[in-house]
């Protein structure tokens, strides 16, 4: 137990090591808060650049670029509507409407305290659950990876108080656009037309960017709100008394946060929105609606994807499996310096296990400290005069989109989405579950195979294998319960009770 512990305080008490994981965190927060510029894309970045490092020097600071990127996404997400990463997406919920009301400090605020809670209770997972929570992912079936998909588009569609039906055609209209490309299995072109711009696919940070971005200018301008808000920043740190109210709600966000961010390919994105929906059903008297500025639709999804770095690192540790595509590029940085992430890294090199644990718990003492600073000045931003903010937000925009693949047709791709996102935001439709079924699209596909082939391709098969398994048959439950609550007999239902 010594010995582990002084692994774990490696990183604290060498200077180096902790300006390492320092300046990590502080580039994750602000690159996380430009659109275009993902956690997975500035990790990647980073790796090329610590081969010749020594292995802790490496780990410490791609731990805190990976924490501070998953919490910089609700910088951008509140102040512009405009989520640095697809987990930010319902922090903007009621995070822009925040914004709009002049709170926008006193949301940054509250989600970086809720962020670091959340950050701190995935790191106790991983130290202390990583191997049973790692049991739990290896259960999950290619089914339940289906289901969990669907549900995932099927939350975002109706978390902001929008109709059911809309909501699951714009989460159908983003699996058809994240077809477009080569096929994952078979490798042959898909609604390509026989254009080789399209057998790389349409990138959806592109289209995240144009839906969100580009549509909320055309919009205001539609709407000519171009009136800047005072924002009120007296007072940035929540109070103990708001924290102690929200804290039993952070709790449980967390740990679905944990439990999400361990399954192989779920992350963060599907957490939080997870989170969102749990506190949406569950919390009988917000502090205003829900969509309207709540701050329970802040603390659910920000501390769930911060929680959730914790549950993804699990499942890399202990099985050498990358529980999102930002472990992904990690395993291969550790199998770079010499390492094996697997059953036999806890066996073999135990003190890596506690150093990393170590680096991250520091990396969450940073984010509190980095998260809290700057906010007034981030606060400015929305306080610009919108003659001049609109156009910096289009020109940030571009940036952003060409800086994905240096590729200028992702900036046509990101005004054609803004132009879409306008028209399906003025006729009711949410844009969040597009860009959900852009992600979740290649899941779906290719989970839905993996099942028909374990099925023998017999329709009647897989379908009983959903009531074979208590846990498809708990996802199944569940998924059930969500398109019924959103109908409109079960409303009827419960307005005569």
């Given at each position: 137990?010594?010995?582990?512990?002084?692994?774990?305080?490696?990183?604290?008490?060498?200077?180096?090591?902790?300006?390492?994981?320092?300046?990590?965190?502080f580039a994750g927060i602000y690159i996380g808060a430009i659109p275009g510029l993902s956690?997975?894309?500035?990790?990647?970045?980073?790796?090329?650049?610590?081969?010749?490092?020594?292995?802790?020097?490496?780990?410490?600071?791609?731990?805190?670029?990976?924490?501070?990127?998953?919490?910089?996404?609700?910088?951008?997400?509140?102040?512009?509507?405009?989520?640095?990463?697809?987990?930010?997406?319902?922090?903007?919920?009621?995070?822009?409407?925040?914004?709009?009301?002049?709170?926008?400090?006193?949301?940054?605020?509250?989600?970086?305290?809720?962020?670091?809670?959340?950050?701190?209770?995935?790191?106790?997972?991983?130290?202390?659950?990583?191997?049973?929570?790692?049991?739990?992912?290896?259960?999950?079936?290619?089914?339940?990876?289906?289901?969990?998909?669907?549900?995932?588009?099927?939350?975002?569609?109706?978390?902001?108080?929008?109709?059911?039906?809309?909501?699951?055609?714009?989460?159908?209209?983003?699996?058809?656009?994240?077809?477009?490309?080569?096929?994952?299995?078979?490798?042959?072109?898909?609604?390509?037309?026989?254009?080789?711009?399209?057998?790389?696919?349409?990138?959806?940070?592109?289209?995240?960017?144009?839906?969100?971005?580009?549509?909320?200018?055309?919009?205001?301008?539609?709407?000519?709100?171009?009136?800047?808000?005072?924002?009120?920043?007296?007072?940035?740190?929540?109070?103990?008394?708001?924290?102690?109210?929200?804290?039993?709600?952070?709790?449980?966000?967390?740990?679905?946060?944990?439990?999400?961010?361990?399954?192989?390919?779920?992350?963060?994105?599907?957490?939080?929105?997870?989170?969102?929906?749990?506190?949406?059903?569950?919390?009988?008297?917000?502090?205003?609606?829900?969509?309207?500025?709540?701050?329970?639709?802040?603390?659910?999804?920000?501390?769930?994807?911060?929680?959730?770095?914790?549950?993804?690192?699990?499942?890399?540790?202990?099985?050498?499996?990358?529980?999102?595509?930002?472990?992904?590029?990690?395993?291969?940085?550790?199998?770079?310096?010499?390492?094996?992430?697997?059953?036999?890294?806890?066996?073999?090199?135990?003190?890596?296990?506690?150093?990393?644990?170590?680096?991250?718990?520091?990396?969450?003492?940073?984010?509190?400290?980095?998260?809290?600073?700057?906010?007034?000045?981030?606060?400015?931003?929305?306080?610009?005069?919108?003659?001049?903010?609109?156009?910096?937000?289009?020109?940030?925009?571009?940036?952003?989109?060409?800086?994905?693949?240096?590729?200028?047709?992702?900036?046509?791709?990101?005004?054609?989405?803004?132009?879409?996102?306008?028209?399906?935001?003025?006729?009711?439709?949410?844009?969040?579950?597009?860009?959900?079924?852009?992600?979740?699209?290649?899941?779906?596909?290719?989970?839905?195979?993996?099942?028909?082939?374990?099925?023998?391709?017999?329709?009647?098969?897989?379908?009983?294998?959903?009531?074979?398994?208590?846990?498809?048959?708990?996802?199944?439950?569940?998924?059930?319960?969500?398109?019924?609550?959103?109908?409109?007999?079960?409303?009827?239902?419960?307005?005569?009770?």
């Amino acid at each position: 137990m010594i010995e582990a512990l002084n692994y774990f305080f490696i990183s604290w008490v060498d200077v180096r090591l902790l300006l390492l994981t320092a300046a990590g965190t502080f580039a994750g927060i602000y690159i996380g808060a430009i659109p275009g510029l993902s956690v997975t894309m500035a990790v990647s970045i980073l790796i090329s650049f610590t081969f010749k490092w020594e292995v802790n020097s490496a780990l410490a600071l791609i731990s805190g670029i990976y924490l501070g990127g998953v919490y910089g996404g609700s910088r951008s997400a509140i102040l512009l509507n405009i989520p640095g990463a697809p987990s930010a997406i319902a922090t903007g919920l009621d995070g822009y409407p925040l914004a709009k009301r002049g709170e926008a400090g006193t949301a940054i605020g509250l989600t970086t305290v809720v962020s670091v809670v959340g950050g701190f209770i995935g790191i106790l997972a991983l130290a202390v659950a990583a191997p049973a929570v790692a049991d739990l992912a290896l259960q999950f079936a290619p089914r339940d990876y289906l289901m969990l998909a669907i549900w995932g588009i099927l939350l975002v569609g109706s978390l902001s108080g929008g109709s059911l039906a809309k909501g699951i055609f714009a989460g159908a209209l983003g699996v058809l656009i994240g077809s477009v490309g080569l096929d994952p299995m078979t490798a042959e072109s898909r609604f390509t037309f026989g254009s080789l711009q399209l057998t790389a696919g349409i990138s959806y940070v592109a289209a995240m960017i144009g839906f969100f971005g580009v549509a909320e200018v055309l919009c205001q301008l539609h709407e000519l709100k171009l009136q800047a808000i005072k924002q009120d920043v007296s007072k940035i740190l929540p109070s103990w008394s708001l924290l102690r109210k929200y804290l039993p709600l952070t709790a449980r966000t967390s740990t679905i946060g944990v439990v999400v961010g361990a399954l192989p390919g779920a992350g963060g994105d599907i957490a939080a929105l997870m989170a969102y929906d749990h506190a949406k059903r569950t919390v009988k008297d917000p502090s205003r609606p829900f969509g309207e500025g709540a701050y329970e639709g802040l603390v659910a999804p920000e501390s769930a994807n911060n929680a959730a770095v914790g549950g993804a690192y699990i499942p890399m540790l202990t099985l050498g499996i990358p529980g999102d595509a930002v472990t992904a590029v990690i395993i291969g940085a550790m199998y770079i310096h010499g390492l094996k992430p697997g059953p036999m890294l806890m066996v073999e090199t135990p003190h890596l296990f506690w150093f990393i644990v170590g680096s991250l718990t520091l990396a969450n003492i940073f984010l509190l400290v980095f998260g809290l600073t700057g906010i007034r000045l981030f606060a400015k931003i929305v306080e610009t005069p919108k003659p001049i903010l609109l156009p910096v937000i289009l020109v940030l925009s571009a940036v952003g989109a060409y800086a994905i693949n240096n590729n200028p047709v992702d900036v046509y791709w990101m005004l054609g989405f803004g132009v879409l996102g306008y028209f399906l935001k003025m006729y009711g439709f949410q844009v969040g579950p597009v860009i959900l079924g852009m992600i979740l699209g290649p899941l779906m596909d290719k989970s839905y195979r993996q099942a028909m082939i374990s099925a023998e391709g017999n329709p009647v098969q897989f379908a009983g294998e959903f009531f074979t398994s208590p846990l498809s048959l708990v996802i199944l439950i569940a998924l059930t319960l969500t398109i019924a609550s959103q109908s409109t007999w079960w409303k009827r239902l419960r307005g005569r009770t």
